[in-house]
């Protein structure tokens, strides 16, 4: 994060703010007209959660539902992503849970896959379809990474009023952000997120750079596809640098994807996204003009845990934690990466994607 984006000069009188001054302004101002519109999504107590979907490559319906409700150490054994059971088992019985929420239903893609991971992480009902735990739960978790499964999955839900937490990334085209963006302008209680904007070992990086000086430079590394892990690295990053990302270039193939981002601030950022790079999750390099940092990524339970407490106080208090603007900034940054690559390399701006950043407001119906 650059001095320039720490600091800028107010349009109208010429007044320079200190970003942290400004930004407890907008925050107090924020929580305010949120305390005043707001009421939680959510009375029930415990609140009522339904764990839906699994696909290739993703064991989040085992960690997320033993992070709610406990695990059989035994059955978590047979989960078939080791190093689930692996950080779970490092976790006290205390330190493990959310409290005053509960997993009641699970519906995974192969039936088979429901059974067993309603035992590992006890969970007492098993659906038939999805749409069976409408009237059952007072919340749905669409747990799978691909965005463009997300609006189908999601829309029974959204149009019976639930409210639904997405898995990263929320979408992966621009139709579909469109579809999400005017769902939220609809008011409906939609939540994404990547657990990497929670991580710990990056906090400190999300309150303040000014220690390093000008932040000219910036890298982060994910493996998997751009497609389903390249979030991981942005989300990483977004809050460092703040909103005010420009253009995407993607230099990359779909194996090997180098995405070449700029920021308003002038600073730079490359985001490596390898298949097979397993070793390098989530190593963060930050370049200033005084000092430089770098920072791996190391807590997944920490993260995790993180990001679905950040849920359940959203159902509980009905303020979001960060705006929809922000995922949907996110989010054209994954299709534009896609865009570029498939374009040969070119450079897309951000505002070539729809819709309007400036529309994004929860309520307000955002224009097509």
């Avoid at 330190?95 to 239903?105: F, N």
């Avoid at 691909?146 to 999955?153: A, D, P």
């Avoid at 570029?340 to 390399?345: F, H, M, V, Y």
Wanted: with cysteine; proline share 6%; glycine share 8%.
């Amino acid at each position: 994060m650059t001095e320039a984006d720490r600091t800028e000069t107010d349009r109208t009188s010429g007044e320079t703010i200190d970003r942290t001054s400004r930004e407890t302004i907008n925050k107090t101002t924020k929580d305010k007209i949120d305390k005043n519109a707001s009421r939680p999504l959510v009375r029930q107590a415990p609140i009522r959660l339904a764990m839906l979907g699994m696909v290739d490559g993703n064991g989040h319906p085992y960690s997320w539902s033993a992070i709610f409700n406990g695990y059989d150490p035994e059955e978590m054994k047979r989960c078939p992503f080791p190093g689930i059971p692996a950080y779970l088992d490092k976790k006290s019985k205390h330190s493990l849970r959310i409290g005053g929420a509960q997993v009641t239903h699970i519906w995974t893609d192969d039936p088979e896959d429901a059974v067993r991971v309603a035992k590992a992480s006890l969970i007492p009902n098993v659906a038939s379809r999805p749409e069976d735990v409408i009237g059952k739960v007072d919340a749905v978790i669409v747990a799978t990474d691909k965005g463009h499964e997300h609006v189908e999955r999601c829309r029974p839900f959204v149009e019976a009023g639930i409210p639904v937490f997405v898995d990263k990334p929320l979408v992966d085209n621009e139709h579909d952000l469109r579809t999400f963006a005017s769902w939220i302008g609809q008011g409906k209680p939609i939540l994404s997120s990547s657990s990497m904007r929670y991580s710990k070992e990056f906090a400190p990086y999300r309150k303040s750079t000014h220690n390093l000086g000008k932040v000219r430079f910036a890298t982060i590394t994910t493996p998997k596809s751009w497609e389903r892990y390249g979030i991981h690295a942005l989300e990483a990053i977004y809050p460092i640098f703040g909103p005010g990302f420009v253009s995407v270039r993607n230099t990359g193939t779909a194996e090997r994807n180098v995405v070449h981002i700029k920021h308003v601030s002038g600073a730079d950022i490359v985001v490596a996204a390898h298949a097979d790079m397993y070793g390098s999750f989530g190593l963060l390099q930050l370049c200033g003009t005084a000092e430089h940092a770098f920072v791996p990524f190391q807590d997944t339970f920490y993260s995790f845990k993180a990001q679905l407490q950040s849920f359940i106080d959203y159902l509980r208090t009905g303020i979001r934690p960060f705006p929809f603007s922000e995922t949907a900034e996110l989010m054209k940054m994954i299709i534009a990466g896609i865009r570029s690559r498939e374009q040969d390399g070119r450079e897309i701006a951000l505002s070539e994607i729809g819709p309007d950043l400036h529309d994004l407001q929860e309520g307000k119906r955002c224009r097509k």
